[in-house]
C-alpha cells in the first residue's frame, strides 16, 4: 500500500500506520464518517497531486482496498 | 414608536404571528417560535421555522429567502448591519447567527456598556449550516457552503466549500 494513503489514514483517523488494512471500512473506523471522508479525500488529493470526481469520492466510502483502487487508476503513489 | 414596539412584540399573540406570516408570506411559523411582526423583518414563500427559535431585527433588516428552514432552538438577530439568508438555505437546530458585536478595549467600563458594532451577515442560497453552527457578525457565506456541526464562522467562505471547526477552515470544496 502507498505510504502516502496509510499515513493519511493514520492521521486523520487516529491509527497506527501497522493499524491501516486494506479490510478497514467506515463500519470498522469509528471517525471515518461523511466529513472526515472529505478531509481524507482532500490530504490525498494533496499528496499525490490528483483531482477525483464525485462519483470517485462516493466509491472511495467503500474501504481502504477502494480508496487504493481508484489511486491506482490515478496512477498516484506509483 | 417604542411603546408600540414592545406591544407589538409582548402583546401579540403567538398563534397572530403565525396566521400573519402565513396568510401574508405564506410561511410556516411554529406558534412556540418567537418571531415579531416587523417590517424589518421579511420573509419568503415556503420559508418555515420551528418550534423554540427566536428571530429579533434589534433595528436592522433580517431578510430570509424562499423555502428556508430554520430547524428548532435558534437565534438569528440582525441588528444594523443587517443579516440576510438566500433561498432554500437550512439552518440546523441549536444554531445562532448574532449579527452585533460589542468593544471591549477599555477595561475600566464594563463590555455591555460599551460601544455595539454590527458589520452584518450575508448568508446566500442553498447554504447547509449544521447543528450548533455559530455565525458571527461580519460573516459571508456563499452559495452553496456547508457548515459542519457546531462550527464557529466570523469570516468569508467561498462558494461551495464544506468549512469544519473553530474558527472555520475548508476541509473540501464540492464539485
Known sequence: MQDGLRSAFADLFGLDESEVTEELTPDSVDLWDSLNHLRLITALEEAFGIKLTMAEIEYMMGSVAKVREVLERHGAGQ | ?175
Not at chain 2, 91 to 96: E, I, K, L, Q, Y
Not at chain 2, 110 to 124: D, F, W, Y
Not at chain 2, 130 to 135: F, I, K, P
Open chain 2, 1 to 175: 414608536m417604542k411603546l408600540l414596539h414592545r406591544i407589538r412584540r409582548l402583546a401579540v399573540p403567538s398563534f397572530v404571528v403565525t396566521l400573519w406570516y402565513l396568510l401574508r408570506h405564506r410561511c410556516r411559523i411554529s406558534p412556540r417560535a418567537e418571531v415579531e411582526i416587523n417590517a424589518l423583518l421579511t420573509m419568503g414563500a415556503g420559508t418555515e421555522v420551528n418550534a423554540f427559535s427566536k428571530l429579533k431585527v434589534s433595528g436592522g433588516v433580517l431578510r430570509i429567502g424562499r423555502n428556508v428552514s430554520v430547524s428548532t432552538c435558534c437565534f438569528i438577530s440582525a441588528s444594523e448591519g443587517g443579516v440576510e439568508i438566500g433561498d432554500y438555505t437550512m439552518v440546523g437546530p441549536n444554531v445562532s447567527i448574532v449579527g452585533n458585536n460589542y468593544r471591549y478595549d477599555r477595561i475600566d467600563v464594563p463590555t455591555v456598556l460599551q460601544e455595539k458594532t454590527s458589520k452584518g451577515i450575508r448568508i446566500a442560497d442553498n447554504v447547509w449550516l449544521g447543528a450548533g453552527a455559530v455565525v458571527l457578525d461580519g460573516a459571508r457565506i456563499d452559495a452553496g457552503v456547508i457548515v459542519a456541526p457546531n462550527s464557529v464562522v466570523s469570516g468569508h467562505v467561498p462558494e461551495n466549500a464544506v468549512v469544519q471547526g473553530n474558527p472555520a477552515r475548508v476541509i473540501f470544496t464540492r464539485r
